[in-house]
């Protein structure tokens, strides 16, 4: 061993300007920091930190992302200390999509940033939520990313890059136009993979389904259900086609398996009776809160208070913003008053 070894120093500060220098050594389709659109108000370089690394911190410590903890992915308000929320969605897909950009050698923070804050911008009582505040929107839907922009933008604002804004905006599929990244594209694909395998462990967990319910196309195709097995296998799809066609997609006979997958968990989890019951009760409750509120605007705390915007988007902005437990409560106190039978 050399003496200038032995005397070098075990550790190195690695500041911004030497991580920004690596990224120049990614895909030529990764997202470099150095060429970010920017934020909406100029603000001065971290010393550490990239901009994509300060817009996961961010996020990360929001109140929003907090509020995922209590937030519904599948059953609303579950009693059990083992069932997915929103957070351990939002974790598991950020597990997931770094595990396809660091294969794929992407921009990993970018990837990270968007997926942490993806959610952000959902209801109580999951897409049951989202669809009764659609019916207050004259044209359109209330969308949940379209929600995750506004809160990050004006509600509690973060001041984030654009290419993060542009990959919450368009994390969902149905959304156009859809993501610049190649980073947003991998948060869509792990999003999907996140939700398929965790809600059909709850719906088995719940003894809702049994792993001999599972559709046999999709089963010739992924492998029998256990553990992360589909997860991994689904991540090899994504690989393997990505690399092939020189762009963020998937395997079509996974692609379709996944289809299968998820109009199977609609056909069997998601619209089954009892969920229906449950989301016809979750969207009277959304809609007793919201026309109390219209009635009493100053219980509207003073963070959702801004004068120069309509009361409906107020009210619709703090109910957007609830957790489910908080939003039953509130529920509770205005509808339930104790003492009466």
Known sequence: MSNAAENSPALQLVTREVREARECDLSPLATRVAETRGRADPESPDRLRTAFEVDRDRIAHSKAFRRLKHKTQVFINPEGDHFVTRMTHALQVTQIARSISRALDLNEDL???????????????????????????????????????????VLEPRNLTWEVLDGIRAHTWRVKPPPHTPEAWVCRFADRIAY????????????????DDLPVEVISVLGPFSGGHWIGSMI?????????????????????AMNVMRE???????LRPESRAQAERARRVIHDL?????????LIPATYQRDNEA????????????TDRYALNLHDRWFRPRGLV
């Open 290 to 298: 919201v026309g109390h509120l219209k009635k009493h605007p100053d």
């Open 236 to 256: 090899d799809a994504v690989l393997e086609e990505s690399l092939r066609r020189g762009k963020v997609c998937m395997q079509a006979d996974a692609l379709n």
């Open 111 to 153: 990837t990270e940033a968007i997926c942490l804050g993806h959610d952000c911008g959902h209801t109580p009582f999951g897409h049951t939520g989202e669809a009764a505040l659609s019916e207050y929107i004259e044209d359109g839907e209330w969308l949940h990313s379209a929600q995750g922009v506004r809160i990050f933008q």
């Open 264 to 270: 199977f968990m609609f056909e069997r989890v998601y």
């Open 196 to 211: 398929l395998n965790h809600d059909l462990l709850d719906a088995v967990r719940a003894g809702i389904l049994q792993r």
């Open 311 to 322: 009361l409906e988007t107020r009210v619709l902005d703090y109910v957007a913003g609830m």
